[in-house]
């Protein structure tokens, strides 16, 4: 009997169902050993060597383990093809004894050709995958172990700082200080009507002599006005063109959880949780568990010669001729990538979405098609749309030529987009309309003009999509830690949701300003893009994992010991809220208690008013079934959230029904019409009436 090692059971048991009555195939449940809990765990004074311990809840798990090896003649480690598996199977030879032989083996996708391949050609352990994991897990501990208790004793008990979590942070807080130092600057949008025959159409003024021009305020405004009070206006520029958009690249880590934090309801943890699971294997009914997506965390757009020629076949039996190019798509993966894994992609192109669709739970549904749709979509045709661009000309007064346009766009082919496309906003001042009975130097009739005053808009704060991805552009955490970094933000409280917006609370606030007094360097994101480009030269061999290390400890713990003798005590400030005191009338902010939050009157000791923060619960999660609390963000507006979060990240700004719609899956919004309580999806017409029970 042979045995095979890997982490998750439900990976046990995809794979035991390929490899047959010859092997036995089971998990550890993930690491094995690690750091203790309740010390440093690191020797500085022997080249940070690190001290691990058996987890106590794996010590049976590695009883079992060794009862299972005692009986087979042959014991290979599958764990996942990355430095975090590499480093668990590192912990398990080391903990079971295994000699240092081969018996590592690595596949990218859990299908039977590929773990068959993988047990033709076992390695032995990558030293240097695991020195890049252990030189991260050391640096991560010494910043954290030595951090957080400094900002738990000046802010509040219980909060940690990290090295890549207050990077993250950092940038959360500097999106609201940006916000707030805004101003805004007025402008004037301008609207011609004009007409030819018994045609008329709008064109929106943009260009003075030719260079584009804003109209910065109302005396502008009437300066063009005026000039152009008995212009003629003629149509001096007609375009007309077909441009081509090119399909994206197959998924990888990154753009996996920014489009379906974008499309779905869903936080980045929860896709990369349903992303797992298509990995490892799903219940296929009679087929049993079958794994359907290759690796997860990967930061490259590879794809296999294989897995090119079979969605290239797939293509061309499925659509049309002119929906398959030529040759292969290619695509460049970023100078920044590792590029140790392919894409995301389907495992088999046989496995439709629709084919599984009843099968599937909604969640794993919609994640193995915007999957498996990107990927096909990915070696297609372009896309091609008829564009079109009027300039219509008025000879001002003042000898200058005002240019208003008339623009369109309009799908003629729809290559990609047939499978998956991105939402793009239209512009305001584009129209899919490109029909136009203009012809260059007619002279049109301005029947009338539409202006507006605007102020331009602060930034608009992070999505979690957003988000990744300017972690992502700025060297910040890698594939597999971008949707822990949210986790532990979230859990932590140092930002909130206001809709989909991640909004830095004042603690978030106070705690980035607390660490930037001493740790400046910790918050800078070439510094951490820096160690993470380290990492990678660890990984690769090119860099002693202690050296880097030794490289920045020294200044790291004079500035511990600087932050543990300056300042003491550092008062939150108080949130305020719009719930008014019942006995003087002031906003009332929430405080921390002994038994938690409370609210209390601002004007205390003149005033010492008090009360209960008890959420108001009002309807159930469609999404978990816990309780829906009635909130109020940040910016005033209330809004309902689940009890639940960050566990359960669902809110409306609408009060919700307590089951998503059956037609659709939307949100349904409860109303009240004609006294009666009604159900209604906010995107599709079904509507319920609700009987009064």
């Known amino acids: 009997m042979k045995l095979v090692i890997v982490e998750s059971p439900k990976k046990a048991k995809t794979i035991e169902k390929y490899l047959g009555k010859d092997f036995r195939v089971r998990a550890s449940g993930g690491h094995v050993c690690d750091l203790p809990q309740r010390s440093l765990g690191i020797d500085i004074n022997n080249n940070f060597k690190p001290e691990y311990v058996v987890n106590d809840d794996k010590k049976k798990t590695l009883e079992m383990l060794k009862n299972d090896i005692s009986k087979s003649s042959e014991v290979y480690l599958a764990t996942d093809p990355d430095r975090e598996g590499e480093a668990i199977s590192w912990h398990l030879q080391n903990a079971l004894g295994l000699p240092d032989d081969k018996i590592r083996i690595e596949f990218h996708e859990i299908s039977q050709k590929a773990v068959n391949n993988a047990l033709k050609s076992p390695r032995k352990i990558d030293i240097n995958l695991v020195n890049a994991q252990q030189a991260r897990r050391v640096l991560d501990r010494i910043v954290g172990y030595k951090i957080s208790p400094i900002i738990s004793k000046k802010i509040k008990s219980g909060l940690s700082a990290g090295r890549v979590q207050s990077a993250a942070l950092k940038m959360l807080v500097d999106k609201e200080k940006d916000i707030r130092n805004f101003k805004p600057e007025e402008y004037w949008t301008l609207q011609g009507i004009f007409s030819k025959g018994a045609d008329q159409f709008k064109a929106n003024f943009e260009d003075v002599n030719g260079k584009k021009s804003k109209i910065k305020s109302k005396a502008e ?296 007094k001493n740790f400046s360097d910790i918050l800078d994101l070439k510094f951490t893009a820096k160690m993470e480009s380290g990492l990678d030269e660890i990984s690769l061999g090119k860099l002693e994992w202690q050296k880097l290390i030794a490289d920045f400890y020294p200044r790291f713990m004079e500035n511990v010991r600087n932050a543990m003798s300056n300042g003491g005590h550092i008062k939150l400030p108080d949130e305020v809220t719009d719930i008014k005191c019942e006995k003087c009338g002031a906003f009332m902010v929430i405080k921390d208690g002994k038994n938690g939050k409370f609210l209390a009157c601002p004007n205390y000791p003149k005033c010492k008013n008090t009360r209960n923060l008890a959420a108001e619960v009002v309807g159930s999660c469609p999404k978990c079934k816990r309780d829906v609390v009635k909130k109020v963000s940040r910016t005033g507006k209330v809004f309902y959230g689940c009890s639940g979060f960050p566990a359960c990240d669902f809110a409306s700004w609408d009060l919700p029904a307590p089951y998503f719609c059956p037609e659709c899956g939307a949100t349904m919004k409860v109303l009240n019409i004609k006294g009666q309580k009604t159900y209604k999806c906010t995107k599709c017409s079904h509507k319920e009436t609700i009987e009064a029970q």
């Open 221 to 516: 405004l009437d300066a063009i006005l005026d000039a152009l009070k008995d212009a003629p206006f003629t149509v001096t520029n007609v375009k007309k063109q077909v441009k081509n958009e090119s399909p994206k690249p197959p998924f990888t880590t990154s753009t996996l959880q920014q489009d379906a934090t974008s499309k779905f309801s869903m936080t980045a943890p929860q896709v990369m949780n349903v992303a797992q699971q298509l990995y490892e294997g799903v219940e296929l009914g009679n087929e049993g568990h079958v794994a359907l997506v290759t690796y997860i965390r990967t930061d490259s757009v590879r794809v296999s010669d294989d897995a090119i020629k079979a969605v290239r076949e797939y293509i061309s039996k499925k659509y049309a001729p002119e929906y398959l190019p030529k040759t292969a798509n290619n695509y460049k993966t970023s100078n920044q990538a590792q590029d140790a894994h392919e894409a995301i992609r389907p495992i088999s192109l046989d496995k439709t979405p629709e084919s599984l669709r009843k099968i599937l739970p909604k969640n794993l549904y919609q994640i193995y098609k915007l999957i498996y749709d990107r990927f096909v979509a990915s070696q297609m045709t372009q896309a091609q749309y008829n564009t079109l661009d009027v300039r219509i000309g008025g000879a001002g007064s003042n000898g200058k030529d005002y240019g208003f346009h008339m623009k369109g766009r309009a799908l003629k082919f729809a290559g990609f987009t047939a499978v998956y496309s991105e939402a793009q906003p239209q512009t305001s001042e584009e129209s899919g309309d490109i029909s136009s009975p203009l012809e260059e130097g007619d002279v049109v009739n301005r029947i009338d003009y539409k202006y507006e005053q605007k102020f331009t808009k602060p930034p608009l704060r992070y999505t979690e999509s957003s988000l990744i991805k300017a972690m992502e552009d700025n060297g910040i955490g890698r594939p597999s830690t971008y949707a822990s970094i949210i986790n532990v933000l979230a859990k932590r409280e140092y930002f909130e949701k206001d809709g989909k917006y991640m909004v830095a609370t004042n603690l978030g606030e106070v705690v980035v300003e607390e660490i930037n």
